[in-house]
């Protein structure tokens, strides 16, 4: 009788502990980055996303002395894991400048929805609108989740590009999942010890 509690016992904690490693498995896979965007190493595409004052905006204008750091996010008017990313990149906006880094943010999301988010949040740095898609398409990230059509279609898979002071790709990091994201304080410290 004892066995067949043992075996019954131990069947269950055996089936629980599978249970997480498949749930630790699938969610490791999810937030892994993923190989999408431009090549390391070669000239950024170009930027043809409009800034809040519906003006046209590029690489050059929106660099500083090393460079530029282009956050790529999904919404800030209905994803809050985007909005807190904003916000922390917000955080850190005066240590990257001061390592000589513009800094920028690209959505779908049209210039009212932007400008309503920066100015309540006192974001100090541009939210660039992709309305046209062209952006995500050049830097070929955009989300294959959503076919054109699609009301979400155009959101890219959220991640950062640097781009340095000759206009090459130096990093990238990009995430299928939409809860994993680029830790800014790591990536400071990155851009940090490499100057």
Same mark, same amino acid.
């Given at each position: 009788?004892?066995?067949?509690?043992?075996?019954?016992?131990?069947?269950?904690?055996?089936? %629980?502990?599978?249970?997480? &490693?498949?749930?630790?498995?699938?969610?490791?896979?999810?937030?892994?980055?993923?190989?999408?965007?431009?090549?390391?190493?070669? #000239?950024?595409?170009?930027?043809?996303?409009?800034?809040?004052?519906? @003006?046209?905006?590029?690489?050059? @204008?929106?660099?500083?002395? #090393?460079?530029?750091?282009?956050?790529?996010?999904?919404?800030?008017?209905?994803?809050?894991?985007?909005?807190?990313?904003? &916000?922390?990149?917000?955080? &850190?906006?005066?240590?990257?400048?001061?390592l000589g880094y513009?800094?920028?943010?690209?959505?779908?999301? *049209?210039?009212?929805? &932007?400008?309503?988010?920066?100015? @309540?949040?006192?974001?100090?740095?541009?939210?660039?609108?992709? #309305?046209? %898609?062209?952006?995500?398409?050049?830097?070929?990230?955009?989300?294959?989740?959503?076919?054109?059509?699609?009301?979400h279609y155009g959101?890219?898979?959220?991640? %950062? %590009?640097?781009?340095?002071?000759?206009?090459?790709?130096? *990093?990238? *990091?990009?995430?299928?999942?939409?809860?994993?994201?680029?830790?800014?304080?790591?990536?400071?410290? @990155?851009?940090?010890?490499?100057?």
């Amino acid at each position: 009788m004892n066995n067949i509690i043992n075996f019954k016992t131990n069947n269950k904690i055996l089936s %629980v502990l599978i249970s997480l &490693l498949l749930l630790f498995t699938n969610n490791a896979i999810a937030n892994t980055s993923i190989d999408v965007g431009p090549s390391l190493g070669k #000239q950024a595409p170009a930027i043809t996303a409009i800034n809040t004052l519906q @003006q046209p905006v590029n690489i050059k @204008q929106l660099s500083g002395e #090393q460079g530029l750091i282009i956050l790529f996010f999904r919404s800030a008017d209905w994803c809050p894991f985007c909005k807190k990313h904003i &916000l922390e990149l917000n955080d &850190l906006a005066e240590r990257f400048t001061k390592l000589g880094y513009g800094l920028a943010a690209i959505s779908y999301d *049209h210039t009212d929805i &932007l400008k309503k988010f920066a100015e @309540q949040r006192n974001i100090s740095y541009p939210l660039l609108s992709d #309305q046209k %898609v062209q952006t995500m398409l050049a830097y070929n990230i955009v989300n294959s989740e959503y076919a054109i059509g699609d009301e979400h279609y155009g959101i890219p898979y959220p991640g %950062v %590009v640097v781009i340095d002071d000759n206009g090459k790709v130096i *990093h990238k *990091h990009f995430f299928k999942g939409y809860k994993k994201r680029v830790k800014f304080s790591e990536l400071y410290l @990155q851009l940090k010890n490499e100057s």
